[in-house]
């Protein structure tokens, strides 16, 4: 895994462009709604390589493994669970596999929908099941963790307690926000932020957040409250729910790309993709 140092030595020489969607593309190539994605990954890894090459091709330099769920809770409900460490490394390898010189994410996520409260003894819960994950992200040999879609502070201090047990290093942590830098709590998502920097964070920002004319002003806001490099990850704009109950994102790449190069002036120096977005996004970005 990078340290700290040498992940800021590659952002200082030019902004770090991530990958976009994975699960949208993966259902696209075929993988069905509602399935576990670290399974049907691992039993189609073709198709989770193509997909990664198109955003290499397409000039990310970075990409998130896909191990979003990969924690034991989670795996559980496919019978995975006592896999969790061998599950997440065979992830990691496999997107480390798609080119030699690409940086490979390993991609954590919000567990709020498994735990009923935030006492101290779901917080244990949490610890647990993200230090195993870890564990598993680092053998698999991840160039760095990234923690992604949070939407509560909890969630971050036990990603960055459990880091910290298994020796990883270089964290970037993102919430999902609103345009305003609230988080979906009500709480202002800067002071939070401010706190995982102190913290030691790699990096801070924003995933899973609407595209739009207001996506510079939120960089620009976070920008301007830490020192740390701001990471600027949005949607696709706004979902129109279909008659199928499919979410579809009306944001094409030529005006994601004018966005994003807006967030870039504002002082975002890892940009990528959220929900709706392809490797044409990350092209046109």
């Known amino acids: 895994m990078l340290t700290k140092e040498q992940f800021h030595a590659i952002l200082a020489q030019k902004p770090l462009i991530l990958d976009g969607a994975t699960g949208s593309n993966l259902q ?3 993988m069905p709604r509602g399935c576990c994605t670290e399974s049907w990954v691992l039993e189609n890894p073709d198709k989770l390589i193509a997909l990664q090459r198109a955003y290499c091709e397409a000039g990310s330099m970075a990409v998130y493994a896909p191990t979003f769920q990969a924690q ?5 409900r496919v019978g995975l669970e006592a896999q969790t460490e061998k599950v997440n490394a065979q992830l990691v390898a496999l997107s480390k596999s798609v080119a030699p010189d690409l940086l490979v994410g390993g991609d954590l996520t919000t567990l709020a929908v498994y735990v009923d409260s935030w006492d101290e003894a779901n917080f244990d819960i949490l610890v647990e099941n993200y230090r195993r994950q ?4 680092i053998d698999g040999g991840a160039d760095f963790l990234a923690a992604e879609t949070l939407m509560y502070p909890t969630e971050a201090e036990a990603i960055l ?3 910290e047990l298994e020796g990883a290093d270089t964290v970037i942590y993102t919430f999902t ?5 609230a988080l979906f709590s009500g709480r202002d998502a800067l002071p939070v932020l401010q706190e995982l920097e102190k913290a030691g964070a790699a990096a801070v920002g924003f ?4 595209a739009d004319a207001m996506t510079p002003a939120l960089v620009s806001k976070l920008r301007r409250g830490v020192k740390c490099p701001v990471v600027c990850k949005p949607n696709a704009g706004n979902p129109v729910i279909g008659d199928d ?6 944001m094409g790449p030529a005006e994601f790309g004018r966005i994003l190069a807006d ?4 002082g975002a120096q890892i940009l990528g993709g959220c929900c709706g977005t392809t490797p044409e996004h990350i092209k046109e970005l």
């Open 28 to 30: 696209k190539a075929g």
């Open 72 to 76: 034991p809770i989670a795996l559980a």
């Open 134 to 137: 870890i564990r598993g992200l």
């Open 161 to 163: 307690t459990a880091a």
């Open 177 to 181: 926000m609103q345009s305003d830098g």
């Open 207 to 210: 995933n899973c957040v609407a």
């Open 245 to 250: 109950g499919i979410a579809q994102y009306p």
């Open 263 to 266: 967030c870039k002036a504002m």
